[in-house]
């Protein structure tokens, strides 16, 4: 079983940056690849940025240039550095991590909320 927690959320000014972590525990010798998704009230959860095993990242349009995400093999942690922060920025930020041949499994969630 693999355990995904979430930290780094919090509230901050537009313009300003957070760093978001993901923490992954148990057996992640099957995780493919991480993803941070992330929720607005009243809207669909959305994929913010993934990064696959071997390094490859992906992003949504609307973070691109701003969001970059990374990961620590030795601590098992992915982090989403998100700069130049937006108010339409502000959701629920959650972990996915995904594994080979098992289902995905995702954290409790992580709250951001940008002010203008």
């Known amino acids: 079983q693999v355990q995904v927690v979430e930290s780094g959320g919090g509230l901050v000014q537009a313009g300003g940056s957070l760093r978001l972590s993901c923490a992954a525990s148990?057996?992640?010798?099957?995780?493919?690849?991480t993803a941070w998704y992330r929720q607005a009230p009243g809207k669909q959860r959305e994929l913010v940025a993934f990064i696959t095993i071997g390094g490859t990242t992906n992003y949504a349009d609307s973070v691109k240039g701003r969001f970059t995400i990374s990961r620590d093999g030795a601590k098992n942690t992915v982090y989403l550095q998100m700069n130049s922060l937006k108010p339409e920025d502000t959701a629920v930020y959650y972990c996915?991590?995904?594994?080979?041949?098992?289902?995905?499994?995702w954290g409790q969630g992580t709250q951001v909320t940008v002010s203008s």
């Open positions: 148990g057996s992640i010798f099957s995780i493919i690849n």
């Open positions: 996915k991590v995904v594994r080979s041949g098992r289902s995905d499994i």
